[in-house]
């Protein structure tokens, strides 16, 4: 064995028991990240695809559903690799991680934090209205449906962060909940649409309400 060689199965060794535990060894293995194509939020029968974002070096790829391993994928020399999930359903909803790993090596490191993929059009849609806030400097969006559901959701056209949620606290008819939004400044127009889901299926939402325009004058 050469000494190159030797360098790298210390080397190897050394990786393995650094990155063996969570959280991970700052400055010698970074964990992946994991993002959703179009988005986290799917309308059931529409294309999904993950991609893992890792360190270059990484061949072995992994995705987790639920803490239930997926097929393991290579993709050799790809530092972000693809999971082309296809068109999907209500079975895809859910908490999914990536792993990376070496393919020489049968361990996985520490895995990105996880990524809630919603499955939408599972349900009769909501309705969303812009009601006057208490003040001026707030707004607040109501989300209505005429069944019964514990939980909303509001997301907002183009943004990349999660949905807003509130659980239901009144039951009485039609069920319905306040989004607040503040402060109203121009950050806050776009394009609104809220969901209704249950708790004890948390990733399967309802079609989305009709889209409001929020816009802000002044
Ligand atoms: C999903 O992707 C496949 C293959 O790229 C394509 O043929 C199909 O039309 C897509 N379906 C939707 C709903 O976009
Ligand atoms: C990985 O394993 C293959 C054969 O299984 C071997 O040829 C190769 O040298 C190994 N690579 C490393 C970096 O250990
Ligand atoms: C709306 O704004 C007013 C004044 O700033 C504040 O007192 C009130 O708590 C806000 N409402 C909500 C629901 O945040
Ligand atoms: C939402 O706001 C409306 C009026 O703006 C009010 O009548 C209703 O009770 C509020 N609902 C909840 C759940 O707070």
């Known amino acids: ?26 400055g010698v293995y970074k964990a992946p ?3 959703a194509m179009p ?27 639920d803490e239930k391993l997926r097929a ?15 068109p999907v359903s209500h079975t895809h909803g859910g908490r999914y991680r990536c792993y990376c790993g070496h393919k020489n090596s049968s361990t996985w490191l520490a895995p990105s934090a996880p990524l809630g993929i919603l499955i939408t ?8 209205s812009a009601r006057p806030g208490t003040s001026v400097k707030n707004v607040t969006l ?22 807003q949620v509130l659980h ?10 306040n989004f607040t939004l503040s402060p109203v400044t121009s950050d806050l127009e776009g394009t609104y649409q809220c969901y209704s889901s249950n708790s004890n299926s948390p ?10 325009e929020l816009l802000v004058s002044g």
Not at 168 to 177: K, M, T
Request: glycine share 8%; with cysteine.
């Open 1 to 26: 064995m050469g000494m190159a060689a030797v360098i790298l199965v210390i080397l190897g060794i050394l990786l393995f028991q650094a990155c063996t535990t969570v959280p991970c060894c700052p």
């Open 33 to 35: 990240s994991l993002s």
């Open 39 to 65: 988005g986290s939020l799917v309308l059931s029968g529409d294309n999904l695809t993950l991609q893992c974002h890792s360190e270059i070096g990484f061949d072995r790829f992994s995705l987790t559903k």
């Open 72 to 86: 393991p994928q290579r993709l050799e020399g790809q530092p972000s690799p693809n999971f082309l999930l296809g």
């Open 121 to 128: 059009g599972i349900y009769e849609k909501p309705s969303l």
């Open 142 to 163: 109501q989300c209505l449906s005429e069944i019964w559901f514990d939980t909303f959701h509001l997301s907002k056209e183009g943004s990349l962060s999660p949905t």
């Open 168 to 177: 239901l606290q009144d039951r009485a008819i039609p069920y319905q909940v």
């Open 203 to 212: 990733y399967l939402l309802s079609q989305p309400s009709d889209p409001l």
